[in-house]
């Protein structure tokens, strides 16, 4: 069975312009989270998706940063403009829908962004 | 607010030591208590975690971990640490019931030695 992947695995862009992350599920997978982890901090939670709705957006920084789901397959978290503090590692992760509260997360490799 | 606090940034062990990766939480109630790991190019990798029960909750790798109210900890042990073992690990928590958000600590890179 596949992980969660996530494309790309690097992205290097210059202040201003635009980057779209993607995640992929695993399949099945009705929970879908970003995270985040600046350097030298702690993964952070963004956002959580239950197929296509977003259940908990609590931790998105700002209003440039925005997640989709459409379809309630793969997410895309695009960043527009991009500002150098957004430079990090970002992670998403996947779980299924058991109604327990006991579903692991699962996460996938994470997408590095360096903003310039 | 829920926090969790890893105190040791790195950590050099000599292969086939112990080691033991300290975490305490913040919470009011007992949350859940996950450790993971990250290898070079990996995802996170769920080692073990406990939600309730027996206090020393045994993972995948040779990793089991105590829980202890009293003081707040989730320490991770290993009694024989191995070359491949060389990662970074994280402590972390979550509420329990239908909360979703996991809170992390800021993590503890293990450097093993021969």
């Known amino acids: 069975e596949a992980g969660v992947t996530q494309f790309p695995s690097h992205s290097v862009i210059e202040k201003g312009q635009t980057v779209t992350l993607r995640c992929d599920p695993i399949s099945g997978h009705d929970n879908l989270y970003w995270y985040r982890r600046v350097m030298g901090k702690e993964i952070k939670f963004l956002l959580h998706f239950v197929k296509e709705s977003k259940q908990d957006e609590s931790g998105m920084p700002n209003n440039r940063f925005l997640a989709e789901r459409t379809g309630g397959t793969y997410s895309t978290l695009k960043v527009q403009p991009a500002e150098l503090e957004d430079s990090g590692v970002y992670f998403c992760?996947?779980?299924?829908?058991?109604?327990?509260?006991?579903?692991?997360?699962?996460f996938g490799p994470g997408t590095r962004l360096t903003v310039l | 607010a829920q926090s969790v606090t890893q105190p040791d940034i790195h950590i050099t062990v000599s292969e086939g030591a112990s080691l033991e990766l300290r975490c305490n939480y913040s919470?009011?109630?007992?949350?859940?208590l996950f450790w993971y790991v990250q290898s070079p190019g990996q995802g996170l990798q769920l080692l073990l975690k406990?939600?309730?029960?027996?206090?020393l909750v045994q993972g995948i790798k040779g990793f089991e971990a105590e829980f202890k109210r009293s003081q707040s900890s989730f320490n991770l042990r290993k009694p024989s640490v191995h070359w491949s073992d060389a990662a970074e690990y994280f402590c972390?928590?979550?509420?329990?019931?239908?909360?979703?958000?996991?809170?992390f600590g800021i993590g503890t890179k293990l450097q093993v030695i021969p």
């Open positions: 406990y939600f309730s029960g027996d206090t």
């Open positions: 992760a996947s779980s299924q829908d058991r109604g327990s509260s006991y579903n692991e997360q699962f």
């Open positions: 919470y009011g109630a007992t949350p859940y």
């Open positions: 972390a928590s979550r509420r329990p019931g239908g909360y979703q958000k996991v809170t």
